[in-house]
């Protein structure tokens, strides 16, 4: 099973676990973050083999960026994938803005805060009212022309959205919630992004932590979002997968990315971290390789949530 992928019809490549970094300087989502503690995260992530880096404006208001950036100098600009997104506009209460002047104004502001000179996958980050997609898009082909990015990325798209800003056949990566928990986007999107060579990366792979198996069944006041007989579901999930887990000597968290990893309808799972120790364990997922019937096992447990 190939673990490197290539990010739709553009020229970039990379293993199949990234890191997500929306706790890397997100000081604005997460209270109490340190930037020390950001930069720490960003270098275990490189240090550990992990090439893949997702960040956006949006978190720290640009702090992520910038704190990837200084990382940054000190390894190997070439050998990193650095993603990242715009929409949210700071001269206008951070409404979402995907005009084309608006969109290359920003991958010259996330260049320069990211301290490179091309970005490699560049996403729009939400969509707004009123650009049509397509033109918006367009805009980032003209700056994929001039070298700054290599790669076409839209996030939060509804699946029409998404068809409207590929048009053109431009659009090389989408980034949707996506998670063993939350499987809507196996029906329709997933069919489209394989037809048209589109990647896909699920965010909240771990659903914020409760796919790492640390949260029991007195903990289902901290994920609202489920029913009391979801949760209970999830906790039966977990078993099968803790099960699995002991069999590879591995963690619940590495089981489950193993599992994101095998899945071919995914491009890149880009698990976030809050502690350096956190991306060290995560990145042993890619040495976890299910077998057939373990993969089957783990799908059919979470079949509920399709
Ligand atoms: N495009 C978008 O609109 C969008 C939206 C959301 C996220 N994203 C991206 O997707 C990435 C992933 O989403 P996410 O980080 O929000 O959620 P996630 O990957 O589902 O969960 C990550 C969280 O789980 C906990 N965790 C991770 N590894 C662990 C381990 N080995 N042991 C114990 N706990 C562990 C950490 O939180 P604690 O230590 O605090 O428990 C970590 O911050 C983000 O970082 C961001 O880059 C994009």
Redesign the pocket.
């Known amino acids: 099973m190939a673990k490197t992928v290539t990010i739709g019809k553009s020229n970039v490549s990379t293993t199949k676990l990234g ?6 300087g ?1 000081h604005n989502l ?1 209270p109490g973050l340190k930037d020390e503690d950001g930069a720490a995260v960003v270098k275990a992530a490189l240090d550990s083999g992990i090439t893949l880096l ?3 404006f ?2 720290g208001l640009g702090r992520s960026e910038e704190i990837i950036g200084d990382v940054l100098q000190n390894y190997d600009r070439s050998k990193v994938v650095l993603a990242t ?1 715009a929409a949210q506009d700071s001269d206008n209460d951070l409404k979402n803005n995907n005009t084309p002047a608006f969109l290359k104004k920003s991958v010259d502001i996330a260049l320069k805060r990211l301290k490179t000179d091309y970005i490699d996958i560049f ?1 729009i ?2 969509p707004d009212e009123t650009t049509p997609k397509n033109e918006a898009v367009a805009a980032l082909n003209e700056v994929k022309q001039a070298g700054k990015i290599k790669a076409i990325g839209v ?2 798209f509804s699946l029409d959205q998404i068809k409207e800003a590929n048009k053109d056949g431009l659009v090389d990566i989408v ?3 996506y ?1 063993l928990v939350h499987r809507e986007a196996e029906k329709e999107l997933f069919p489209y992004l394989e037809d048209n060579k589109i990647s896909f ?12 198996g ?1 949260y029991g069944p007195d903990d289902a006041d901290k994920f609202k979002q489920f029913s009391a007989e979801q949760y209970q579901l999830i906790m039966k999930g977990l078993d099968v997968v803790r099960g699995i887990a002991d069999e590879h000597d591995a ?1 619940v ?2 089981t489950i990315l193993a599992w994101y990893i095998a899945n071919p309808a995914v491009g890149v799972v ?6 350096p ?3 060290d ?2 990145a042993k997922a890619l040495t976890v390789v299910l077998s057939d019937e373990e993969y089957k096992a783990i799908d059919d447990a979470f079949s509920a949530f399709k």
Not at 19 to 24: A, D, F, M, S, Y
Not at 270 to 275: E, L
């Open positions: 890191l997500g970094t929306n706790k890397v997100g997460f997702d960040t956006a949006m978190y997104k996403y980050h939400f996030s939060n980034e949707d919630n998670s990366v699920p965010y909240f792979p771990l659903a914020s932590g409760l796919l790492t640390k963690t968290a590495q880009i698990p976030g971290a809050r502690k120790e956190q991306v364990s995560n």
